[in-house]
């Protein structure tokens, strides 16, 4: 399981790119290197979003196994409880990723404003891609988690 969790949350860094190339198409910016200063930005901010909904699941999973004891009595048992820890997990993380995401994003506006060749390419990436992944760390992860967490 651990293996399956570190390979989910390296490929789910992969899920900011789609709303940081929408964002530079839109503002007519081509992916350069100030783009991808916000991309390692995103990283980061991605990351911490994994970690909260996978680190909620994970103690919810653990709660259950001390309640109930071994999962390998009753595996389909514990299967539910895996995905009702995912739910919960993505549920219970979604205001703070969602309050983190929004206050960086305002906070790049005035770089996105003030035109500049260097920063706006910045802003825009972290802005566009911020929320495009937001929309879908909230709702995939928890699902993903869900199907490499089940025995």
């Given amino acids: 399981m651990k293996y399956g969790v570190t390979t989910v949350c390296m490929a789910a860094l992969a899920l900011m790119i789609p709303g940081a190339l929408i964002g530079l198409g839109l503002m007519n910016r081509a992916l350069g290197?100030?783009?991808?200063?916000?991309l390692i930005t995103l990283m980061g901010m991605i990351m911490r979003n994994e970690i909260l909904i996978f680190e909620h699941a994970i103690d919810l999973i653990k709660k259950y196994v001390a309640e109930h004891g071994d999962w390998t009595v009753d595996r389909m048992?514990?299967?539910?409880?895996?995905?009702?820890?995912a739910y919960e997990a993505g549920k219970r993380r979604m205001v703070p990723i969602f309050l983190t995401t929004a206050t960086t994003a305002v906070g790049v506006v005035p770089m996105i404003i003030a035109q500049s060749s260097f920063w706006m390419p910045v802003?825009?990436?972290i802005f566009a891609g911020?929320?495009?992944?937001?929309i879908m760390v909230v709702t995939?992860?928890?699902?993903?988690?869900?199907?490499?967490s089940t025995k």
């Fill in 33 to 38: 290197l100030t783009s991808i200063f916000g």
């Fill in 77 to 85: 048992a514990y299967n539910n409880a895996v995905r009702q820890a």
């Fill in 123 to 125: 802003g825009v990436t």
């Fill in 130 to 134: 911020g929320i495009g992944s937001l």
């Fill in 140 to 148: 995939m992860l928890p699902v993903i988690y869900w199907k490499v």
